[in-house]
């Protein structure tokens, strides 16, 4: 095929860490869906599979229908793998160490709402954030036949070790230089900079502001951009600042492979950059959601604060669990980023990377004339 642009195909934005990980666009996608991470790196990306809500035994399944999903092509898994935890705990564990007050706010959740209780479990209500549980979680990784590793919050350097051990290419989200130069110690591969307009845990600095401070801390390893990023142009404007390539989230919620409950689809579609917050609610850790009712009754001044992770989700897990299942509108978010702007129509991966890909070559090629001037 005649190639244009320095070699560079015209349906393609391959560089070095593309050629490094045997993918054709720097355009990374985390997902809770083996379904939408498998159709990321199918359509040249890289798709990772945040497995943070899965217990050991679905993790190691799902990880093995994923590479199923995608025989011929690089993917990934992401844990939350936090330190300073308890070494072993479940909810009931925990229950002790609940103040009534919050147990009878979210009570009141229930009743205001008219939530019934769950009849089945997920993981808000089954598990709570231990060492134990990254342990199991780290092992069924370690044994799957992953790509790549991605560590969302924390990067234990025995965790990281493990991994590269079983060939895996590693990778931290970082929000900060404090967090880059740990994540460098413990032996990490590639540094995702992600800002404050992410989706999900994130720190208080700003993606235009992160990236740049990373990549200089980074000594010499490859950075993705992250936080806030629907558009070719802002992947465009990431690479120009030295990343190689961007990592996304949000955008990937609007996509058809992900069969996200109608109500909570309405909400994303509807959402615009203003309608995001950041929380502890979610997690006891600041973490970027849309707004719901749920944020808006923490927020509200008979709310007790928020507990510190692992114990909110011990105290709001049965009730998010009935939430989900029960599918109490109001009630329903996820995580999402200020980039939930480029939510705007159900469609598929496929064509989601390609508009990503073709905006920004576009806004390459805009930029020649600066150069010939
Ligand atoms: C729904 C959702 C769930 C997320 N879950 C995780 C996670 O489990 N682990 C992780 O490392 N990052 C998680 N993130 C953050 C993403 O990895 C990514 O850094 C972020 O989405 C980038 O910003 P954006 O949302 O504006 O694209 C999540 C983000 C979203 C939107």
Same mark, same amino acid.
């Given at each position: 095929?005649?190639? =244009?642009?320095h070699?560079?195909?015209? $349906?393609?934005? =391959?560089?070095a860490?593309?050629?490094?990980?045997g993918?054709?666009?720097?355009?990374f996608?985390?997902a809770?869906?083996?379904?939408v991470?498998?159709?990321?790196s199918?359509? &040249?990306?890289l798709?990772i599979y945040?497995?943070?809500?899965?217990?050991?035994?679905?993790?190691?399944r799902?990880l093995?229908?994923l590479?199923d999903?995608?025989?011929?092509?690089? /993917?990934g898994?992401?844990?939350?793998?936090?330190?300073a935890?308890?070494? /072993?705990?479940?909810?009931?564990?925990l229950?002790?160490?609940?103040?009534d &007050?919050h147990?009878r706010?979210?009570d !009141? %959740?229930?009743?205001?709402?008219q939530v019934?209780?769950?009849?089945?479990?997920?993981f808000?209500?089954?598990y709570?954030?231990?060492?134990a549980?990254? @342990?199991?979680?780290?092992?069924a990784?370690? @044994?799957?036949?992953?790509?790549v590793?991605?560590? !969302?919050v924390?990067?234990?350097?025995?965790?990281?070790?493990r991994?590269?051990?079983a060939?895996?290419?590693?990778?931290?989200l970082?929000g900060a230089v404090k967090?880059a130069?740990k994540?460098?110690?413990? !032996?990490v *591969?590639v540094?995702?900079?992600?800002g404050?307009d992410?989706? &999900?845990?994130?720190?208080?600095?700003g993606?235009?502001?992160?990236v740049?401070?990373?990549?200089?801390?980074a000594e010499?390893?490859?950075?993705?951009?992250a936080?806030?990023?629907?558009?070719?142009?802002q992947?465009?404007?990431?690479?120009?600042m030295?990343?190689?390539?961007?990592w996304?989230?949000?955008?990937w919620?609007?996509?058809?492979e992900h069969? %996200?409950p109608?109500?909570?689809?309405?909400?994303l579609?509807?959402a615009t950059?203003?309608? =995001?917050v950041? =929380?502890?609610?979610?997690s006891g850790?600041p973490c970027r959601v849309?707004?719901?009712?749920?944020? *808006?009754?923490?927020e509200a001044?008979?709310?007790?604060?928020?507990l510190?992770?692992?114990?909110q989700?011990a105290?709001?897990g049965?009730?998010?669990?009935?939430v989900?299942e029960?599918?109490?509108?109001p009630l329903?978010?996820e995580?999402a980023?200020?980039?939930v702007?480029?939510?705007? @129509? /159900? @469609?598929?991966?496929?064509?989601?990377? $390609?508009?990503?890909?073709r905006?920004?070559r576009q806004?390459? $090629?805009?930029?020649?004339?600066?150069?010939?001037?």
């Amino acid at each position: 095929m005649a190639s =244009t642009n320095h070699g560079i195909l015209p $349906d393609s934005l =391959t560089n070095a860490l593309c050629s490094r990980l045997g993918i054709r666009h720097p355009i990374f996608g985390l997902a809770h869906s083996i379904e939408v991470a498998a159709a990321i790196s199918n359509a &040249g990306g890289l798709g990772i599979y945040a497995a943070a809500r899965d217990g050991p035994n679905e993790l190691a399944r799902k990880l093995s229908a994923l590479r199923d999903l995608c025989p011929d092509a690089p /993917v990934g898994v992401d844990l939350l793998l936090p330190t300073a935890l308890p070494g /072993v705990s479940t909810p009931g564990d925990l229950a002790a160490a609940i103040p009534d &007050g919050h147990r009878r706010f979210v009570d !009141g %959740l229930f009743d205001r709402f008219q939530v019934p209780p769950a009849t089945e479990g997920n993981f808000f209500s089954q598990y709570v954030r231990s060492q134990a549980l990254f @342990e199991e979680q780290i092992t069924a990784v370690a @044994e799957s036949r992953m790509d790549v590793f991605a560590a !969302g919050v924390g990067t234990p350097a025995d965790s990281i070790a493990r991994v590269r051990r079983a060939g895996m290419t590693t990778i931290a989200l970082v929000g900060a230089v404090k967090h880059a130069r740990k994540a460098i110690e413990a !032996g990490v *591969d590639v540094l995702v900079a992600q800002g404050y307009d992410a989706g &999900g845990h994130t720190g208080t600095i700003g993606t235009f502001t992160l990236v740049p401070q990373i990549i200089a801390a980074a000594e010499g390893r490859p950075v993705l951009a992250a936080g806030g990023i629907g558009a070719g142009s802002q992947i465009a404007a990431a690479l120009a600042m030295g990343a190689q390539g961007a990592w996304l989230g949000t955008v990937w919620l609007g996509s058809s492979e992900h069969r %996200l409950p109608a109500a909570l689809t309405d909400k994303l579609l509807a959402a615009t950059s203003e309608d =995001t917050v950041l =929380t502890r609610a979610h997690s006891g850790k600041p973490c970027r959601v849309v707004r719901s009712a749920f944020s *808006d009754a923490w927020e509200a001044a008979d709310a007790p604060a928020p507990l510190d992770m692992p114990y909110q989700q011990a105290l709001t897990g049965r009730l998010l669990a009935a939430v989900e299942e029960h599918q109490i509108a109001p009630l329903m978010y996820e995580a999402a980023g200020q980039s939930v702007a480029w939510v705007q @129509e /159900v @469609e598929p991966v496929a064509r989601i990377m $390609d508009r990503l890909v073709r905006e920004t070559r576009q806004s390459l $090629d805009s930029l020649r004339p600066y150069l010939l001037a």
